[in-house]
């Protein structure tokens, strides 16, 4: 049974491009959590979602970022003109359900050059 | 909000050495508690859990007590190995709405010395 699938692993980006980072949830899994990592700090809540709905995005910076749980494929994060302060790692986790266990993925980590 | 506060590191010992990590939460209403750890290029995994008073979570030779009148959730090791070394994370979850996000403390590198 695979694990929570991330890619990309690396991803470089220059200041004003467009990151893309994927979440695949464990098999069975329908709720998916990303979190970001700055360097020095712990994780921090971004979003919380459902297939096609999202539940919490109170974690979520108001502008330039956005994330979506289609009802096929995979959880996109989506940060648009990418700032050097976005760089981070960036973790997607999936659980079964609404306070089931969550399950992290090995993270994306962004630099923006 | 909700908050983890826990020792800052690193934290470095010899194989064999006692380990105690402290946290700390604050919370409003009655959180779970955890402890995730994490090695050099990877992603969480979770160590260990309790989800009310006085329960003890432990895995791998680790423990840790949910003491909630210090509202604390010390993690601790009687015998540490090279393998254990890696960053610690204790974390909370607690609900609001529908939400059961996780709320982490900084995190704690442990390196263990052979």
């Known amino acids: 049974n695979a694990g929570v699938m991330q890619n990309p692993r690396h991803l470089v980006r220059r200041r004003g491009q467009e990151a893309r980072l994927r979440c695949s949830p464990m098999?069975?899994?329908?709720?998916v959590y990303w979190y970001r990592q700055l360097p020095e700090e712990g994780l921090k809540f971004m979003v919380y979602?459902?297939?096609?709905?999202?539940?919490?995005e109170s974690g979520m910076p108001k502008e330039r970022f956005s994330a979506e749980f289609p009802k096929e494929g995979p959880s996109i994060l989506r940060i648009q003109q990418v700032v050097r302060g976005d760089s981070a790692a960036y973790f997607c986790?999936?659980?079964?359900?609404?306070?089931?266990?969550?399950?992290f993925g090995p993270g994306t980590r962004l630099t923006v050059t | 909000g909700d908050s983890v506060t826990q020792m800052e590191g690193p934290v470095t010992l010899s194989e064999e050495a006692f380990l105690t990590i402290n946290c700390t939460y604050t919370?409003?209403?009655?959180?779970?508690l955890f402890w995730y750890v994490q090695y050099p290029g990877e992603g969480l995994q979770l160590l260990l859990k309790?989800?009310?008073?006085?329960d003890k979570g432990s895995n791998k030779g680790f423990e840790a007590t949910y003491r909630k009148e210090t509202t604390s959730f010390h993690l601790e090791k009687g015998s540490v190995q090279v393998s254990d070394s890696a960053v610690y994370f204790c974390?909370?979850?607690?609900?609001?709405?529908?939400?059961?996000?996780?709320?982490f403390g900084k995190g704690t590198l442990l390196t263990v010395n052979p």
């Open positions: 986790a999936s659980s079964t359900g609404a306070g089931a266990e969550q399950y």
């Open positions: 919370a409003t209403g009655y959180p779970s």
């Open positions: 974390a909370l979850s607690a609900r609001e709405g529908s939400n059961y996000k996780l709320t």
């Open positions: 979602l459902q297939k096609e709905n999202i539940i919490d």
């Open positions: 309790a989800t009310k008073a006085d």
């Open positions: 098999k069975g899994h329908s709720h």
